[in-house]
């Protein structure tokens, strides 16, 4: 069985699929980068579970319970 030769279409795409991929990689490599920044510079990991803007008691030091939380 003889090999074929690729058609030029097909070293077009290949190119395309290339370019495509790096842009991809490149856009995920951006947003990790925002997101360990963004984690870096909350430090308290309590800080970085209530981002998300939602009360829970379960992550309330009992100090600021039993004062009720005011500042």
């Avoid at 490599?29 to 309590?46: C, E, H, M, S, Y």
């Avoid at 008691?57 to 004062?67: G, K």
Wanted: net charge neutral; no cysteine.
């Amino acid at each position: 069985m003889a090999l074929r030769v690729e058609h030029e279409l097909h070293q077009r795409r290949k190119g395309r699929n290339t370019g495509v991929g790096l842009l991809l990689l490149g856009f995920l490599a951006i947003v990790f980068g925002l997101t360990v920044v963004k984690v870096l510079q909350l430090g308290d990991a309590r800080q970085f579970e209530t981002f998300d803007h939602v009360a829970r008691p379960q992550i309330i030091p009992q100090d600021e319970a039993q004062t009720g939380g005011a500042d």
